[in-house]
Every structure is written in structure tokens, then in C-alpha cells.
């Protein structure tokens, strides 16, 4: 007798997802890593790399200004803000290295963050020169909202770093709460929305929202975004003045880049829209579900977050004795199943283990997290 398999919703979204790519070599359930594009964003990315060939480079771009020009109005929609709010950059941390170094903020600047922090982001924190705190939190790692408001309420830092959901671990942190108590306590709030943007509702109330294009968004590499509210944008300072006529934010976009990369980026949000970023979310939560379901306890493994959380990222505590880096290596040479193993260096101020982190996205199905199950 089989068990009914897990309850998804959506199937029509994730057949739509399925049918749009390129087959998979194998089982895609790595996309808090990298999703897999859709077949018309690697024609379109292409299509303008031609173009740049037969154009010439500068033409090739004149040529697709409005349509960046949508994207950065699509983007900064899904974060709550304006065409003008929003550049392109290369990746999500070259977006806060592009904010920091033009922020400015004096050595010694006081910066709170989770103690989950994603251990690349407190380096670049540190390395311009601010004094990284730790934003109370729970058990699990995610912000207290009381604690938060009691250091709000005290002595305030000049402002507040929080990662939306961790790369090592698939919890929602209440970013629309944190912003709320921030902006009374007139403390700007930067989210990294790295692993939200695409999964969970990023239209929170930040001040700062970067993030990077090939995750949940499923665009190209090597592409990020950077959107920044008029308040904080006035108080940067660009190395160079953007061109006469151009938004003074533009001046952190940088001129040289993969052009190509910005287009297809901008077509999978067009995606992503026309699919429902509501109806995506809910797929992606129930994904989550099942996939804590269909894995917690097989083989030992045991998985970190709690069932209902409404994410598509899971992570799972190894048994005694199994090595997680190998395990994803069997996983993937011997099933054909892509995971992603993570070490505690990446988030030391959480992390007591390595884990393995398992990532569906639209198109994946209860018999791959079944197959995973099972060799495992
Ligand atoms: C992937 C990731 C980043 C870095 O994104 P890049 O585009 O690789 O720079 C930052 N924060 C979190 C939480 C991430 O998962």
C-alpha cells in the first residue's frame, strides 16, 4: 500500500514551470543556490549578446533601455518601491559593497544584525569599518520582536541589517515588523532579500532591499539589484556623479556589466509576475511542507525548520557519522539529485553542524522528494 503523497497546490504553476525550461539532467532541488532559467530568458539573453556582436555593444544597449528601465519599475514594485529607487548591480553582495562604500557611515558606526548573519555580509560589514551587534532572537534564530524594540528603544545603532531568510536555514524573519520598529525609532533597515525575493513577500517597509537574480527569481548569473528609498539615497555619496537627466542612485549602477544577464533578468520577473507572485508563494510554501514531511527522520536525517514555515528551503541535521558533503556528492553522482551541503563557516554565530539543504522550486514533485527519501 502506498501513503498518499504530500498535498501540493498550484499544479497547473508548476507544470507552466516545468514546461518553460529545458529538461533537468537530473533532480533540481538547489535553487536557494541557483534555479534553473526558463527557455525564453536563455533566448533572450543570447539574442542580445548577438546583437552586441552585430551592433556593436553601446548600440546593443541603447536598444533595450526601456526595457531595463521596466525591470527597475517591476523590481522595485516587488519591494515597494520606484523605477528611479532601483539599480541593477552584479550580485547581492556586490549591492551592499556598491550601498556601504557609498554610505560612508563613520568608522565605529554601530550596526545590529542577526547572530545567523550570512558570514560573507559581516565581512563586508566589518570591512567598512562599522561595529557589527547581534538583534535578539529565539531558539530558532529568528528576531524577538520585543528584544528588538527594547534595543530600538535604548540606544539605537545607526542602523539595522537583516537578512530575510538565512542561506543555511529556511525561516522567515518578521521584516515587516522590524521595519516598523524601526522606522519610530528613525533607524534605517536594510534587508538582504537574497533567498525572498521570488519566495516570500518582500514588499515589507525596508529602507534598503538588495538581492541577486538567479535564486528565486530563476534569472541569469552574475546579475543583483540594489533598491534604495529616497531618505537613505540622499545621504549617499557616489564616487562619481551619475550622468545630466539620470537618477543620482544610478551612479552606484555600474557601466560596464553583462547587459545580456540584466535583460534575462528582466524577463524572469516578467515571469514571475505573470505567473502570480501570490500563487508562487503559496506553491513554494507547500513545497516546503512536504518536503519537511516527506524527509524529516528518513535516514536519520532531521530537518531543522518548523513543518509549517512558509518557505520552499529546508535543512537537514545529519545522523551520527554522516558526512554531509559526501552525502551530497552520492546524492548527485549516484541519483542525480542536486542539494547543497553547508558548512557552519557559513553562519558561525548560529551554526553548531553542517547541514544539507534541500531547495525545490515551482516545478519540482512529491515523487522527487520521495526519490530523496529514499536514497538517503
Ligand atoms: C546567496 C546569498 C547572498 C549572496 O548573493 P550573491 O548574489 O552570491 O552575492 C547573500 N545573502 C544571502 C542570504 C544569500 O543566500
Given amino acids: 500500500m502506498t501513503a498518499p503523497g504530500p498535498a501540493l497546490v498550484h499544479e497547473d504553476l508548476g507544470a507552466a514551470w516545468r514546461a518553460a525550461r529545458p529538461r533537468p539532467a537530473g533532480r533540481h532541488l538547489d535553487s536557494a543556490a541557483c534555479s534553473r532559467q526558463s527557455s525564453r530568458v536563455l533566448e533572450a539573453v543570447a539574442h542580445h549578446a548577438r546583437n552586441e556582436a552585430e551592433l556593436g555593444g553601446y548600440v546593443a544597449e541603447a536598444t533595450v533601455g526601456e526595457l531595463l528601465q521596466q525591470g527597475r519599475s517591476v523590481l522595485g514594485g516587488l519591494v515597494g518601491m520606484a523605477a528611479a529607487d532601483v539599480v541593477f548591480v552584479e550580485s547581492a553582495q556586490a549591492a551592499l559593497n556598491a550601498l556601504l562604500a557609498a554610505w560612508r557611515l563613520p568608522a565605529g558606526s554601530r550596526v545590529a544584525c542577526l547572530p545567523g548573519e550570512y558570514a560573507p555580509n559581516a565581512a563586508h560589514l566589518q570591512a567598512a569599518g562599522l561595529a557589527v551587534e547581534r538583534l535578539p532572537v529565539d531558539g530558532l534564530g529568528r528576531a524577538d520582536l520585543d528584544g528588538v524594540a527594547r534595543l530600538l ?93 539620470v537618477p543620482p542612485l544610478r551612479a552606484l549602477e555600474s557601466g560596464e556589466a553583462h547587459v545580456a544577464g540584466r535583460v534575462g533578468l528582466v524577463l524572469a520577473v516578467g515571469e514571475h509576475l505573470a505567473a502570480g507572485p501570490e500563487p508562487v508563494r503559496e506553491r513554494l510554501a507547500a513545497l516546503g511542507r512536504a518536503t519537511r514531511e516527506v524527509l524529516d527522520g528518513a535516514g536519520g536525517w532531521r530537518v531543522v525548520e518548523p513543518r509549517e514555515e512558509p518557505t520552499a528551503t529546508t535543512t537537514l541535521r545529519p545522523p551520527d557519522g554522516a558526512d554531509v558533503v559526501a552525502t551530497r556528492a552520492r546524492l548527485l553522482g549516484e541519483h542525480g539529485v542536486v542539494t547543497t551541503a553547508i558548512g557552519p563557516q557559513r553562519a558561525p554565530g548560529e551554526m553548531t553542524g553542517p547541514v544539507l539543504r534541500v531547495s525545490p522550486h515551482l516545478d519540482a514533485t512529491a515523487d522527487d522528494l520521495e526519490a530523496l527519501a529514499a536514497a538517503l
Fill in 153 to 245: 528603544a535604548g540606544d539605537p545603532p545607526s542602523l539595522v541589517h537583516l537578512t530575510h531568510v538565512a542561506s543555511h536555514r529556511g525561516v522567515v524573519q518578521p521584516a515587516g515588523a522590524v521595519a516598523q520598529l524601526c522606522r519610530a525609532a528613525g533607524v534605517p533597515l536594510v534587508l538582504d532579500a537574497a533567498q525572498s525575493l521570488g519566495h516570500v513577500d518582500t514588499d515589507v517597509g525596508a529602507d534598503v532591499v538588495y538581492s541577486t537574480s538567479r535564486k528565486w527569481l530563476a534569472g541569469p548569473r552574475g546579475v543583483g539589484v540594489l533598491c534604495v528609498r529616497p531618505s537613505v539615497a540622499a545621504a549617499l555619496t557616489p564616487l562619481l556623479a551619475p550622468p545630466d537627466g
